[in-house]
């Protein structure tokens, strides 16, 4: 192993990645440029909890509230192989396992937007009929009830990023590209060079809302955790030049 100097061992070992810089994007499917279509027009027009998902204010909170979030694993399925030489097992690979889903927890802002969009959300998958629509007899309010889930084309979406990157890196709002230097080193000639790690997932959808517990306790923040489905995820790196809006003033 070569010599190596006080510097460089400083410059090895003193920058570990650190757990609490990273970004979440929860873009919704359908199409978007038509509000009278998709999950967008079920979240304006058809739900108790109106919400438009394309506010920048919604969008900046679900992208900047989410407190905690897990970078998914994977495995590989092996078949077992024995007596194909003497005394000796094998395992040869088959199969790539994905994790079956993947959780998130956010602050839950004091308008409860949080709740409305991802309860929007899974509400329109298995699509709820809301008391207020014309049809109100045939409400979930009621005591007889039934509802005809949605196709998945319908609810999937492909663009479902966590992105991770670190202090000296200037970021702007993945989510909804309104600018937010994180504070820290900023370097704009690394900024140009670095690349930051995206994680997308494929056929993504909110599969569960955990229960959120009240009490007449010492009070604290209220957290929300969504539980994501999903058929796989891929990594890339993206420069991140994509995502910085330059030296601050």
Known sequence: MPHRSISDIKHIILKPALTHLFLVQFPIPGNLANV??????????????????LDNGVTDKISLLCSEANLPGSSLLTHEINNDYTGQTERHAYRRSYDDRIDFTFYVDERYDIMKFFHNWITFIVNDKSPKEEVASYGINQTTYNSRVRFPSDYYTQEMKIVKFEKSIGLKDYASGFSTPFTGTYNSQANEQENVLVHSFVNAYPISMNSIPVSYDQPSLLKCTISFSYSRYYVGLENASNFSKGDPD
């Open 36 to 53: 009278n279509e998709g999950l967008r027009n079920w979240m304006l027009n058809y739900t108790d909890l109106p919400l438009d998902p």
